[in-house]
């Protein structure tokens, strides 16, 4: 599951530096501290559209940015459809 969501978060348009491999072993180790486990980033809950610890994955403060807004619009978007709360 870790590695869909690093290859998810490689491709959102925009990135000024994609995730590497460096970025994604330095957050499987924080995944492992935090004893963050496959069912929590499997979760589908629309407020939870950003993987925890993300900012190892995204060095760049305007990556970060970008990928806040993105997740933001993207609930916002979920939850104007019918259906959705």
Avoid: M
Avoid at 23 to 50: C, G, H, N, Q
């Amino acid at each position: 599951e870790a590695l869909r969501i690093f290859y998810d978060i490689r491709k959102v348009p925009g990135l000024k530096k994609k995730p590497s491999t460096s970025e994604l072993l330095d957050w499987l180790k924080l995944l492992l501290v935090e004893d963050i486990s496959d069912e929590a980033l499997r979760e589908r809950d629309p407020t939870k559209l950003i993987p925890p610890l993300h900012g190892a994955l995204l060095k760049n403060e305007q990556d970060v940015s970008l990928f806040e807004r993105l997740a933001f619009l993207a609930r916002r978007e979920g939850a104007n459809r019918p259906g959705q709360q």
